[in-house]
């Protein structure tokens, strides 16, 4: 009815016409400038691989006058000592021991008392409560994680020296419980969203079938928001493999390969503070190891950050 | 479904209600933990913090140690940091929410920043020292290319070097991830009628977008953008690969001026055995937290005051 109408009318009726072109040329303008923003975060993507890749490149094939380390010998080398006056010794393995000690202590704090603190929140708190307690955890999360660093330089150690001589000034596990604190408010609010996802019938529907508040939450609700929950792990995961600041003040400085959480060990971020703040040479190898490192530990957060992604899209449980 | 094991309803009730008490028991863990961090560090440092605290540069002795530069520093870089990841993520989302065509491009860059969200802030660090601060190593080892007077506000040097330019610019960076997927979400939560009333009327996508849509969509932008900064101020790790100094006695005058972050300062100090730098280091976290807790509690406002409802 009404459209006749409107294609009836003359330009002249419709108020001033403003000229097509110009604001053509103000849209593709602005079009532009907002795809070029959007392309600075590949450019980013790409300086990060080709900053890594070729510095490390040069670390494992060799300078003009220095040999090469080799990619074989690096990744499956069970010694690291590049600081050492002695004979330089670079293989990963004890970093990347380090960083997976850490990071399995801090997942066993956070992801078990997160996932059930989430569960509490979505599905046995009530509004009040889950509103304080929401406030408390973005607090924790908003916590600069060199403040965790301290946390556990000056109350998880000293706790840990009461309780045991077995732990030095510098160990695995007073570090890995900070990192775990850092990580738990992720898991806790991602996990939380998943479960309030998650339709109000299914938890209706199990409530009229009989289902007690417990069978509800952990049979119905978690299964189906089960993807949300495994990514939140994931990331947290990735925060804690990343995380540089703790371990920097608490782990210790001493590469070695072990899973004695007593014991200090140096983590691949770690070693990268370790050599930005000592003096080693622009120009020497064990300036190029950290290139190398840092190279390992963008391919693992990498991997991590698709598995994922890919988690995500493929157990997704879809409702109406 | 067809073989559900019985279970008796007193062992049920009874499972539901250890249940209950262990979700009461984590959840009151994480609590204490909070109360623990933050009574620990308050009995550590409040009995140091001062007016001179503040107004002191870092000194040898934590006596007279304050942290006027680094808080000073940490106000510079988180001003550069905004003023560049802000208009760049916030276009970004803008241009992924409202402009692009499902493609591939599109989907590329999608994926593209949920990994870049998961790159560890310290491998920023990396990317910032060599393309800031070295320019890719373009002019190593000769005299830097000078623009202006050292002493003026417009001074600029290439290749930035440690300056505050670079550790702004280094953090933007970082939190450019977070400042996307916020505002993004922040785009997609404005009603599509908005949209279509307003293309209907005959307005072209950017008025749409720069009259109905970010309006609209303004205050969870902006909680977005503020919890990206209380991000960015937080960040020691990029900034230590940048090779800020260990003793800085000036606040910057200007983009070029070597800095410091209170962060940074904290790690310094915290670091050292000997317990009076432990309490200046304590006095400096709860000003570090005071700054958040200001930052947080803006954002809040922030949300309360522009939030319209829309239908």
């Not at chain 2, 590329?108 to 802030?121: A, E, H, T, W």
């Not at chain 2, 300062?265 to 937290?289: D, P």
Request: glycine fraction near 8%.
């Amino acid at each position: 009815m009404a459209q006749p109408a409107v294609a009836a009318t003359t330009p002249a009726a419709r108020g001033t016409p403003i000229p097509r072109s110009s604001r053509d040329r103000s849209e593709t303008v602005v079009k532009t400038v907002l795809l070029s923003f959007s392309l600075l975060s590949i450019v980013t993507t790409f300086s990060i691989v080709a900053v890594l890749g070729i510095e490390a490149w040069g670390f494992f094939t060799g300078f003009p006058d220095k040999p090469g380390i080799g990619i074989v010998p690096f990744l499956t080398g069970t010694e690291w000592s590049p600081l050492l006056g002695g004979e330089q010794k670079f293989g990963v393995l004890p970093l990347v021991c380090g960083t997976l000690l850490v990071t399995v202590i801090a997942g066993a704090f956070a992801l078990p008392i997160g996932l059930v603190a989430a569960i509490f929140l979505s599905e046995y708190a009530p509004p009040r409560l889950r509103m304080v307690l929401k406030s408390a955890l973005e607090v924790l999360a908003g916590v600069p994680t060199v403040v965790y660093g301290f946390f556990a330089l000056a109350v998880i150690t000293p706790a840990l020296q009461r309780a045991s001589d077995a732990f030095g000034t510098y160990n695995a596990l007073s570090a890995g419980l900070a990192v775990g604190i850092m990580i738990l408010p992720i898991v806790c609010s991602l996990s939380e969203d998943a479960l309030r996802a998650v339709p109000q019938s299914l938890r209706d529907g199990s409530s009229a079938l009989g289902g007690t508040k417990f069978d509800t939450s952990v049979k119905v609700v978690l299964p189906a928001a089960l993807s949300g929950i495994m990514a939140s792990f994931l990331l947290a995961l990735t925060r804690a493999i990343g995380e540089t600041m703790i371990v920097a003040l608490a782990a210790g400085g001493l590469a070695q390969l072990t899973m004695n959480p007593a014991s200090q060990v140096q983590t691949m971020t770690g070693f990268i503070v370790a050599i930005f703040t000592g003096d080693a040479q622009a120009n020497s190898v064990e300036y190029a190891s950290s290139y190398a490192v840092a190279a390992t530990l963008f391919l693992m957060t990498l991997v991590l950050t698709l598995v994922g992604t890919a988690i995500l899209k493929r157990f997704r449980e879809e409702y109406e | 479904m067809t073989d559900v094991p019985h279970v008796p309803v007193g062992r049920r009730i009874l499972a539901n209600r250890l249940f209950l008490a262990a979700c009461v028991v984590c959840t009151g863990l994480a609590v204490c933990v909070l109360a623990v961090l933050i009574v620990s560090i308050v009995m550590d440092g409040v009995h140091r913090l001062s007016p001179d605290f503040i107004a002191n540069f870092a000194s040898r002795k934590p006596d007279q140690a304050g942290i006027r530069a680094p808080l000073v520093g940490s106000i510079w870089v988180c001003s550069i940091c905004a003023l560049t990841a802000l208009p760049v993520g916030v276009g970004t989302a803008i241009y992924l929410e409202e402009f692009a065509k499902r493609g591939r491009l599109t989907e590329f860059i999608r994926i593209n920043i949920s990994n870049l969200s998961g790159v560890p802030s310290i491998v920023y660090g990396i990317i910032g020292l060599t393309a800031f601060s070295r320019f890719f190593g373009w002019r190593a080892g000769s005299d830097p290319i000078e623009f202006g007077n050292p002493d003026s506000l417009l001074y600029l040097r290439l290749p930035f070097g440690s300056s505050v330019l670079a550790g702004g610019l280094t953090l933007a960076l970082v939190v450019l991830p977070i400042v996307i997927v916020a505002s993004q979400e922040a785009i997609r939560a404005v009603p599509n009628s908005l949209r279509q009333g307003a293309l209907a009327l005959g307005s072209t996508r950017w008025q749409m977008v720069s009259r109905l849509t970010l309006p609209a969509s303004l205050p969870m932008v902006m909680t977005g953008a503020i919890l990206a900064m209380s991000r960015a101020i937080g960040e020691a790790a990029p900034i230590l690969v940048l090779g800020a100094p260990l003793m800085v006695l000036e606040t910057p005058s200007n983009l070029m001026s070597e800095f410091t972050v209170l962060p940074m300062q904290i790690f310094n100090w915290a670091g050292r055995a000997k317990a009076s730098f432990q309490e200046i280091a304590a006095a400096a976290i709860i000003v570090q937290l005071a700054v958040l807790m200001s930052f947080n509690a803006f954002a809040i406002l922030v949300r309360q005051r522009l939030q319209t409802p829309l239908q």
